[in-house]
């Protein structure tokens, strides 16, 4: 039972370790330039900046965001999508991310009916995005520690009602560490995968091979977000909303 613990303290201790990594601030001179250019109109300057910021290195949800509204706004609809998706990553539940995202979608051209969602799959996404990664984990954390303070009653409480109690409190705190720890670990993966991306060409022509000689299968337009299932040198084979699959040029799109 020690051993166990320990071993779930330590994957616990380390999910923070990861998400500490990807919380720097962004440069807070040029942010705050950014921030001005943007407010002035010079949608393409603040474009400039904000990306020179990433490559620096630092990011956020509120450094994506800003980018995503920099680009809506110099009318470059893909590239906002692909940071407001990079933004939601970040922080899912956040409503001011959800709506941009949602507006800028009505821009793409295609329109692609979204497979249904078996209901219970859709309730755990769901749950999972209430709180960042980082929450989950300090959530989880918190638990893991007040469980072992339970178990310490439960060792050295003599008081057949309190042990009792200390047991089961600690049952249910094991289980919210780990449900926790699942949500943290899962947002965590979903944000690293990057088997997501958004279509940057005008218009592509999903093939059924990854050769330019194969059969053309459908047509997508930028913005459109994909799913990536396989890859074959520079060729992708990717997924739409709907489940239609099929292969295009890497160079076509930009991971989220």
């Known amino acids: 039972m020690n051993r166990q613990i320990v071993v779930i303290f330590s994957i616990i201790l380390c999910s923070l370790t990861l998400q500490n990594s990807f919380g720097n601030n962004p440069q807070v001179g040029d942010f705050a ?62 409503e001011e991310i959800n709506f941009n995202l949602q507006l800028a979608q009505t821009m793409v051209v295609d329109k692609i009916n979204v497979l249904p969602e078996f209901f219970l799959k859709r309730w755990w996404r769901s749950f999972s ?13 918190v638990s893991f520690v007040f469980m072992l303070i339970g178990i310490a009653i439960y060792l050295f409480i003599a008081t057949p009602v309190l ?24 947002l965590k993966k979903e944000r ?41 040198g520079d060729w992708l084979r990717i997924k739409i909303a709907d489940g239609n699959n099929g292969w295009m040029r890497s160079s076509e799109l930009e991971k989220i």
Request: hydrophobic share 45%; aromatic share 12%; no cysteine.
């Open 192 to 232: 690293t995968a990057h088997n997501t991306a958004i279509v940057m060409s005008p218009t592509v022509t999903v093939r059924s091979a990854p050769d330019e000689n194969s059969t053309e299968l459908f047509v997508i337009h930028e913005g459109t977000k994909v799913w990536i299932i396989d890859q074959v």
């Open 129 to 141: 995005y209430l709180f960042s990664s980082n929450v989950w984990a300090i959530i989880s954390l």
């Open 33 to 94: 330039r950014a921030n001005q250019l943007y407010t002035a109109a010079q949608y393409d300057s603040a474009v400039k900046l904000y990306e020179t910021i990433l490559s620096k290195g630092y990011e956020s949800a509120e450094l994506y965001y800003n980018l995503g509204n920099a680009y809506y706004k110099a009318g470059n609809i893909p590239k906002a999508i692909l940071n407001y998706e990079r933004a939601r990553l970040i922080k899912p539940n956040d």
């Open 163 to 186: 042990k009792k109690i200390s047991f089961f409190l600690s049952v249910l705190l094991l289980a919210m560490s780990l449900v926790s720890l699942s949500h943290s670990l899962s």
